[in-house]
C-alpha cells in the first residue's frame, strides 16, 4: 500500500483534493490510500518519520497558522523519503520556480483552480506515478478496493478465496480469516481483478490459487476454510484445466 499525504491550510481545498483522489483510487483500483490529511506540517512530518517508505505527498506552498511553508517541508520530507512523490498545489503560478530553488525534485504543480479544472492534473499525476512504480517492480494492482458507504477498504487478492453474488444485489467476499460485502457486480469485479480468478458460474467468481479441491461429479470447489463455491457444467472442464495450470 502507497500511503498519501496531504498538507493544506483550507479545508474545503483539503476536502475537494482528497474527493478528487478517492474517485480516482477506486475507480483505477489501485493500492494507495490517503492516510493523512492535516494542514499541519509538523504533523505531516511526525506521521512520516514513523512510517518511513514511498509515499505521496500534495503539499500547499503557504500554509497558513504554520512558520513551516510547503516548500520546507518539501525539503525536511526529503531526509525521510528521498524517493517520493511531491506534487505542489497552489493558487500562486508565480512560484512554481522556487521549486527548483529548494531542489525537491517535485513531480507536478498544480494551480488551485475550479475543482473540474483541477481533476484531470491529479488523475495525471496518479496515472505517472502508477506507472513509475511499476516499472520498478512495486506490484499496485495486488489489491482489490472495497467500497461500501464511507468506508474504503483494500484486500489482498491473495488473501481472497472468492466473491458469491447474494440477494439485494450485493456481493460477498469471502477469504482468509475474513468475510465482507458490497454492492456490485460479478462482471464488474472481473474487469477490476487479475486472471487469477475464474468466473465459475453466474453467482462465483472464484481465485484458482486457493482452490483445495474440484468435486467433479457434484460440480463443487472447496476452500482453505472449508467454504464452498458451485461450477457450472460448461465451465467444469476449463476450470480444471486452469488449476492445473495454476498449480
Known amino acids: 500500500m502507497i500511503p498519501i499525504y496531504i498538507c493544506e491550510d483550507d479545508s474545503v481545498q483539503s476536502e475537494g483534493l482528497a474527493y478528487l483522489l478517492n474517485k480516482k483510487l477506486i475507480t483505477d483500483d489501485l493500492g494507495m490510500d490517503i492516510v493523512l490529511n492535516t494542514n ?36 525536511k520530507i526529503r531526509e525521510y523519503d528521498p524517493d517520493g512523490y511531491i506534487i505542489f498545489v497552489t493558487t500562486h503560478s508565480e512560484m512554481s520556480f522556487l521549486t527548483f530553488h529548494y531542489k525537491v525534485g517535485a513531480l507536478d504543480f498544480i494551480i488551485k483552480d475550479k475543482i473540474q479544472l483541477m481533476e484531470p492534473k491529479i488523475n495525471e499525476c496518479i ?34 478465496y472468492f466473491f458469491e453474488v447474494t440477494d439485494n444485489h450485493r456481493i460477498l467476499l469471502e477469504g482468509k480469516c475474513l468475510r465482507t460485502d458490497f454492492y456490485g457486480t460479478l462482471k464488474d469485479i472481473e474487469k477490476r481483478v487479475d486472471k487469477r480468478f475464474f468466473r465459475s458460474n453466474k453467482s462465483f467468481l472464484i481465485n484458482l490459487h486457493h482452490i483445495t479441491k474440484i468435486d467433479q461429479k ?3 470447489v472447496h476452500f482453505p476454510n472449508g467454504e464452498t463455491a458451485l461450477v457450472s457444467r460448461l465451465n467444469l472442464k476449463q476450470l480444471l484445466k486452469l488449476k492445473e495450470l495454476s498449480s
Open 127 to 160: 496515472d505517472t506515478i502508477t506507472q513509475r512504480l511499476r516499472a520498478k517492480g512495486n506490484v499496485k494492482s495486488e489489491y482489490f478496493a472495497v467500497n461500501d458507504g464511507d468506508d474504503l477498504s483494500y484486500i489482498a487478492y491473495e488473501e481472497i
Open 218 to 220: 457434484n460440480r463443487i
Open 40 to 75: 499541519q506540517p509538523e504533523k505531516l512530518l511526525e506521521t512520516v518519520r514513523d512510517n518511513l517508505g514511498t509515499a505521496i505527498y500534495f503539499l500547499d506552498i503557504e500554509i497558513e497558522g504554520s512558520q513551516m511553508n510547503g516548500l520546507v517541508l518539501a525539503q
